[in-house]
């Protein structure tokens, strides 16, 4: 849900608070703009000085030139006359002479904005944009290697993916596919940057034939008060209002006396598919699996690749002669999918001993399930699953989230409960979980596409206290986050997860970084449902005020 058309800000505010080209927030002054008080005065000293010393020293010569005075023969008061004038042409020099180069230049960029006309930005931004431009370029300078290389790699004589062994440096390797799909797509990348980024951090792990890196921005909501500790939690997103939305509900949070989180499981999932000639057969090695005195011997051969990696369930189903395995193990800190691929495909080696007719067609059948919308996450969970509560006194409901516990209440029944049961929603009976899954998500290095079952949530607002104060609650079964592995080990994330104090493997207690991030992101998402509803129920008053105010009164004057 885009929370820009919910916000309770007029429009016209908002667009003055958050247009990026708005001129309030580019600070960039120009010379052509008025002088500050301070500079104007400083100015006028130096003129005064100027033209008083000039005349002094006119006056001065001219007596010493009557009277036959050498004239380099000076007195301390001519000697001071002369520094001062020396200083005084310094500066009045300085000043109006850089303001004349920046004329110059402000002169020769808007005929460069003339021919740059796609740029629907103020000449600041454009300015910087340009400038940005202008760097990229001046950085990508061929050599004579580099073109062989280049026009090798366009005529498909080496392949593009093999440039980081045969040259042994990732980023030259990077500059060199990048100016070659350039060449092939006749496309310009300027605008994507190439510096500025550890392209061997990425290097089998994180990002194949690398041309350049995207930039996010990342914002900070809190301090979220979760569990009696303070969080700034990073959102990486270029959608305008989501991190001030989330921002706001994590200050009704916190003056309200913060929010409380349980992890009520732990356990990443995969579920390979294998097939029998017969359901028969199938049935039986579902018993089998299923029969709870095979399961320390099944979780001994699991647990046997990992440290961490720890058996905890096996569930199986059936279809026809096809049999789906779902797996879930504890995974330390990492997310854990490489993790319990391996433990899954010790089992089905030592299963193949006692069932030599088992066809194993893939380690992942779809039954775990990653990265698509499954009732099986909802309803089983996957990753963490996490409960997080709190209740909003109603003095802050009124004062920071402008609205009342009748209204959200309201709103949260019709709304998320009843209007996505009437959608057929899976795990969506939330406002906007996933603007803040994917945005944590992006800034901590976690896989942005399993923001899918992660951000299963049904979010709760009951009326306590008789009726005064709110409980907020949001339920999410299948938070997939680690602090380890993947992105999380990149300059960029794992700076926000330090900011969380969960930054990589918890030496003390192995899990306990992930599980605390997964805690945060339920914190963060209750916020952002705080907030979010609170705006739509704040305009849903206002519209329903207008609408029905006005019926009943045109109804009156008819009667
Ligand atoms: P994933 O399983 O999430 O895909 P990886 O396999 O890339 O993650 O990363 C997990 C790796 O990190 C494993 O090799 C594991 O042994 C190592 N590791 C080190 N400390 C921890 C920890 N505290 N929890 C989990 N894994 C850890």
């Known amino acids: 849900m885009d929370v820009r058309r919910q916000s309770s800000h007029p429009t016209s505010d908002k667009q003055q608070m958050f247009k990026p080209n708005n001129k309030k927030m580019v600070d960039v002054s120009k010379a052509s703009d008025p002088l500050p008080t301070s500079m104007a005065i400083s100015n006028g000293i130096f003129f005064t000085v100027f033209f008083s010393v000039t005349y002094f020293l006119l006056i001065r010569w001219r007596e010493k030139i009557r009277d036959s005075t050498p004239l380099h023969v000076v007195t301390m008061s001519e000697m001071a006359a002369i520094i001062l004038f020396v200083a005084s042409v310094i500066y009045l020099l300085g000043f109006f002479g850089m303001s004349f180069v920046q004329n110059d230049d402000e002169e020769e960029e808007e005929e460069d904005e003339e021919d740059t006309a796609a740029l629907d930005c103020e000449p600041e931004v454009a300015t910087k944009h ?324 992660s951000s299963h949530c049904i979010t709760m607002m009951e009326a306590v206290n008789d009726g005064k104060d709110l409980h907020v609650s949001v339920t999410m079964p299948s938070i997939e986050v680690g602090t380890v592995g993947g992105g999380t080990q990149l300059a960029s994330q794992s700076a926000c997860l330090n900011l969380l104090g969960v930054k990589g493997a918890n030496k003390e207690s192995a899990g306990s970084n992930a599980r605390q991030l997964a805690k945060v992101v339920s914190a963060a998402v209750l916020a952002g449902e705080l907030s979010l509803m609170s705006a739509i129920a704040a305009g849903q008053l206002v519209k329903s005020h207008m609408k029905y105010n006005r019926s009943s009164k045109d109804i009156a004057a008819k009667g």
């Not at 500059?175 to 500025?196: H, M, N, Q, W, Y």
């Not at 890196?213 to 700034?232: H, T, W």
């Not at 046997?304 to 504890?330: D, E, M, V, W």
């Open 130 to 453: 340009k400038d940005l431009v202008k760097l990229e370029k001046e950085k990508t300078t061929v050599t004579e290697d580099d073109e062989a290389l280049i026009q090798a790699v366009v005529a498909a004589k080496i392949p593009s993916y093999s440039l980081e062994s045969k040259l042994g440096d990732c980023k030259h390797a990077a500059f060199i596919r990048r100016v070659a799909l350039e060449r092939i797509t006749g496309k310009s990348l300027d605008g994507l940057p190439l510096e500025g980024f550890d392209y061997e951090s990425i290097l089998g792990q994180c990002c194949e034939m690398p041309v350049g890196y995207v930039q996010i921005p990342v914002g900070i909501a809190g301090p979220m008060l979760l569990d009696g500790k303070e969080f700034s939690v990073p959102m990486a997103t270029t959608e305008g209002c989501l991190v001030a939305s989330t921002n706001r509900g994590c200050k009704a949070i916190y003056v309200s006396g913060g929010a409380t989180s349980v992890l009520l499981k732990d356990g990443m999932t995969r579920a390979p598919v294998v097939r029998f000639g017969t359901a028969k057969r199938a049935a039986e090695l579902k018993l089998f699996l299923e029969e709870p005195l095979n399961f320390d011997t099944l979780a001994s051969v699991f647990n046997k690749s990992s440290r961490f990696g720890r058996l905890q369930r096996i569930q199986c189903a059936i279809a026809g002669k096809n049999l789906y395995i779902r797996f879930t193990c504890s995974t330390g800190d990492a997310m854990g999918m490489n993790m319990v691929s391996k433990g899954v495909q010790n089992v089905l080696d030592y299963l193949q001993l006692d069932f030599p007719d088992m066809d194993v067609l893939g380690i992942s059948g779809n039954y775990c399930s990653d990265k698509k919308p499954a009732a099986v996450n909802w309803i089983e969970g996957r990753g963490k699953s996490v409960v997080c509560e709190a209740i909003i006194k109603e003095e802050v409901l009124k004062k920071v989230l402008k609205t009342s516990v009748a209204s959200l209440v309201e709103l949260n029944m019709l709304k998320n409960l009843t209007g996505s049961a009437m959608a057929g929603a899976l795990g969506g009976f939330n406002a906007h979980a996933s603007n803040i899954v994917s945005a944590v998500y992006i800034a901590t290095g976690q896989d942005p596409a399993q923001n899918i079952e």
